[in-house]
């Protein structure tokens, strides 16, 4: 048999065996590199996470802060509802205590009248007696 024809069976081996060496060092570089891109990757996220949760709850915040200041006018608005309710109460007994007024001045001008013409028929009444 021809010696070059014939395949040496330690340099083959030492090929596939370099093949494999050389596919596995290959997938180790993947794999870290695929660690690698998955960790920036989670990194990335976690941190897009973080943005939009601060954002969210600076406008809880603010949100927040609107409502209470809220809730400090409507207080202050129903303190002063109250206070113009009594204003208006006591302008309201104001002015019927000067409606009674007038309407006691009407009645005692009428009185007034009255007795001015009664005291006038009286009068008359005596003078006619007295010249008869």
């Not at 409606?99 to 001008?109: L, R, S, V, W, Y």
Request: overall charge neutral; charged content about 30%.
């Amino acid at each position: 048999m021809d010696r070059s024809k014939q395949v040496d069976p330690h340099g083959l081996e030492a090929s596939l065996i370099q093949i494999i060496n050389s596919n596995h060092s290959s997938s180790l570089k993947l794999r870290e590199s695929t660690e690698k891109a998955k960790k920036d990757a989670i990194r990335s996220v976690r941190r897009v996470s973080e943005l939009l949760v601060d954002s969210v709850n600076r406008e809880v915040q603010e949100a927040f802060v609107m409502q209470k200041r809220i809730e400090m006018e409507i207080r202050a608005l129903t303190a002063s509802i109250l206070q113009f309710g009594k204003q208006t109460d006591q302008w309201l007994a104001a002015s019927h205590s000067i409606n009674t007024a007038i309407k006691e001045i009407g009645d005692f001008e009428n009185w007034m009248k009255t007795m001015e013409f009664d005291c006038k028929s009286i009068n008359a009444a005596i003078c006619n007696i007295h010249q008869e």
